[in-house]
């Protein structure tokens, strides 16, 4: 017995050993992207769009470019290592794909000066670190208008991730838009405090339908939980980045998608130039990022015509979201007529426009 | 021929030390099984794992930066569990010790007093021991069970954190984001080394090993605490308080966690957000267990546990392995560990039969 432990013994080593030869080394030849994501990249949702939007980038760049992707790591101290090693390993790209992990990214980006860092949902920028975002409150105002062409209960629900200006924008354009074919419609907001939870997101949708909501809007959840209770009961609902008809097939109102392709395309554009300068991202219909789309053939056609008209407006400037008068959940007036709320304003947001009923979390 | 399972008279020496080297063999050799399937490298993996953590000074640093929390929390955990109290709250007392702590740069946002981070130590030290202590009273008091109630109050901390985080401390200016503001130097552990976030908290947790090694080891009220554990009568004849000892095990592992709490808050954080505790307060069970609850053991099995972790963090990156691939490893590895060391007390025998039993009674 004592001698086959030691060839057990033996083994172990001999194969620990026989590793220890073989480092990893990168390749000076091509550009190593790294990817970070909060979530699986699954299907459908946040994550995925995010790794489709180098699409583009492999095509032109073929071989040259190698995508390291790390996927479904939670915002913490241990997403902090796993960025220096994507760095140690010879990634000169990284994309950092959730808010959580900004703080240690700025701080890798300032120690790695020929470094690019693109930085999603995050406000803080650096010289080569560069926070992106959607303009979601654009292609939500669209959503609100065909909701409100759709709802016979004038009551709609959002199952919302975090109460952060990205997501409460994202349901005042939603609202504005619904109010401004119907000024009778109310919302109703649950919030998860959860990018991932598909479970909590599924009683919180029934109970948005239990309280008479038919029309539900999924805010960033990274599963098509939300979109599979609305067919179920038979209520219509949307979602965002990408698209989850499938798991609506007869209910499904239409997608918010985040076409990354032209804004990746860009910056690794940028980074081999040698001009990829840090800068606040914050992209909309017109740069193509923000595009709404699979509408639902419910919608009656005069309604499709109008939502056209107005999503051509958004995008040639002529028309804005937050164009006054707006008023906050108390009916102050918040946004003046002919005046329109700024960009500081809409990236900071902390109140809810008129017609929400749920109070943010305080 | 039947096997039967016996106690040994002694624990096997040479046991004791191939067991890690037996558990190592096994979970390489199941896990090759998983690493194949999946068309992964296994040269690749293993390298990850077990060579990458010591590669360079970073890594290194990593590794005792997750040693720290580890180590503190399990030692006085072990404490506990050798007077058979079972506190499974590590990770509730981790949390109350770094909202308590977090107090002082959220309310002192501007005070660089060199007062500041022990302030901050006392105040973790304090939140985790109230917390620990609600358990020891209700045991005490009322004989309610402390697993539950420990385990139970890890929910209620949580639930505390995120009150706080979402509303009076949230960080004004971190768009409605639930996390403070981040804390200024005076208030964060220097680095050990510039640029690294390993930190001199560190030296805590080794301190309160070689007291807790002189405590159980040498003193009298280690040994009363054994005792109860060992022989919970023999204890009583003694007049060795039960109660004392439910105090004494809760207080100084709640004190641990708060303090561990607190140094992750003021370490490699620096703020006080959703996930502090990096889930230390459950792991720090199996890393006492591990060390067969002997404060050297304990050393050892802290060391190994954040190797093993950061190897899973390098073989996310290098090895292009899912999380799910490195739990499994990880979860391998525990599992070997444990039912090897089995052998180090216990061993097979072949069943005796009837004839042969009742002629060894004859004789």
């Not at chain 1, 939670?74 to 703080?103: H, T």
């Not at chain 2, 077990?50 to 970073?58: C, K």
Request: hydrophobic share 45%.
């Amino acid at each position: 017995m004592k001698l086959s432990f030691c060839a057990i013994k033996k083994t172990a080593f001999a194969v620990v050993l026989s590793t220890a030869s073989l480092g990893s080394s990168a390749n000076s030849e091509t550009l190593d992207i790294g990817v970070l994501l909060p979530s699986p990249i699954a299907d459908v949702g946040w994550s995925h769009a995010l790794v489709e939007g180098f699409n583009g980038v492999k095509e032109k760049y073929g071989d040259d470019v190698k995508l390291n992707i790390v996927e479904n790591i939670q915002e913490g101290p241990d997403a902090d290592r796993i960025m220096n090693k994507m760095v140690g390993d010879g990634n000169k790209f990284l994309l950092l794909g959730s808010f959580g992990y900004m703080n240690s990214g700025l701080k890798l980006a300032k120690r790695n000066p020929d470094m690019s860092f693109i930085h999603a949902s995050g406000y803080k920028v650096g010289d080569n670190f560069s926070p992106f975002t959607a303009k979601y409150y654009e292609g939500l105002y669209l959503m609100g208008m065909a909701a409100a062409d759709l709802t016979k209960t004038k009551k709609l629900g959002v199952v919302g991730a975090y109460a952060i200006p990205e997501l409460i924008s994202s349901i005042n354009g939603f609202a504005l838009g619904a109010r401004a074919v119907d000024p009778e419609i109310t919302i109703d907001v649950i919030w998860l405090n959860s990018w991932f939870d598909p479970a909590k997101a599924q009683a919180s949708a029934k109970a948005l339908i239990a309280n008479g909501a038919d029309v539900l809007f999924s805010n960033a959840q990274d599963t098509p939980s939300v979109v599979a209770v609305g067919e179920e009961a038979g209520v219509y609902v949307f979602n965002l980045n990408s698209s989850m008809s499938e798991y609506a097939p007869t209910k499904y109102l239409g997608v918010v998608k985040t076409d990354w392709g032209p804004f990746f395309s860009a910056s690794v554009d940028a980074h081999l130039n040698g001009n990829f300068e840090g800068r606040n991202e914050w992209l909309g219909v017109d740069a193509g990022v923000v595009v709404t789309e699979e509408w639902s053939s419910d919608i009656s056609s005069e309604m499709v015509e109008r939502i056209k008209t107005v999503e051509a407006e958004i995008s040639s400037g002529a028309r804005h979201v937050y164009d006054g008068p707006i008023h906050n959940q108390d009916g102050e007036q918040m946004v003046a007529v002919g005046e329109r709320l700024d960009d500081g304003g809409i990236l900071g947001i902390n109140w809810h426009v008129q017609g929400v009923n749920t109070p943010l979390p305080k | 021929m039947q096997l039967q399972f016996e106690r040994r008279d002694t624990p096997s020496k040479p046991l004791i030390f191939a067991t890690p080297f037996i558990a190592i063999a096994i979970t390489i050799l199941l896990s090759s099984i998983m690493l194949i399937i999946q068309g992964k490298s296994l040269q690749t993996t293993f390298f990850a794992f077990f060579i990458e953590p010591f590669e360079s000074t970073y890594a290194l640093s990593e590794v005792l930066l997750k040693f720290g929390p580890l180590l503190f929390i399990a030692q006085a955990l072990a404490i506990g569990f050798r007077a058979k109290v079972w506190n499974i709250g590590g990770e509730g007392q981790m949390i109350m010790g770094a909202i308590l702590a977090s107090s002082i740069p959220v309310y002192f946002t501007d005070s660089e007093s060199v007062f500041l981070l022990p302030a901050m130590i006392l105040l973790g030290a304090f939140g985790g021991m109230f917390w620990a202590g609600i358990a020891a009273f209700l045991k005490t008091r009322y004989n309610a069970n402390e697993i539950l109630v420990t385990l139970m109050l890890s929910s209620i901390a949580l639930q505390i954190l995120y009150f706080f985080l979402l509303g009076p401390w949230k960080d004004p200016m971190g768009f409605n984001f639930p996390q403070t503001v981040m804390f200024q130097d005076a208030a964060l552990f220097p680095p050990i080394i510039f640029g690294f976030r390993l930190n001199y908290s560190l030296i805590i947790p080794i301190f309160f090993t070689i007291f807790v090694w002189i405590y159980m080891e040498k003193r009298f009220g280690g040994f009363q605490l054994t005792v109860g554990g060992l022989a919970p009568r023999a204890a009583t004849y003694a007049g060795y308080s039960a109660n004392g000892a439910v105090w004494k095990s809760l207080l100084i592992a709640g004190m641990a966690a708060g303090i561990a709490g607190m140094s992750e808050v003021a370490g490699p954080i620096g703020q006080l957000q959703r996930s502090v505790t990096s889930g230390y307060g459950y792991s720090a069970i199996i890393v006492a267990y591990l060390g067969a609850l002997h404060p050297l053991g304990i050393v050892f099995a802290a060391l190994f546990l954040s190797v093993i972790h950061i190897g899973g963090d390098y073989a996310l990156v290098t090895a292009d392995l899912p999380i799910s691939s490195v739990h499994i490893f990880q979860g391998l590895l525990l599992v070997t560990y444990l039912s090897s060391y089995t052998f180090v007390n216990y061993r097979f025998k072949p069943r005796k039969t009837r004839v042969e039993e009742i002629e060894s009674r004859l004789i």
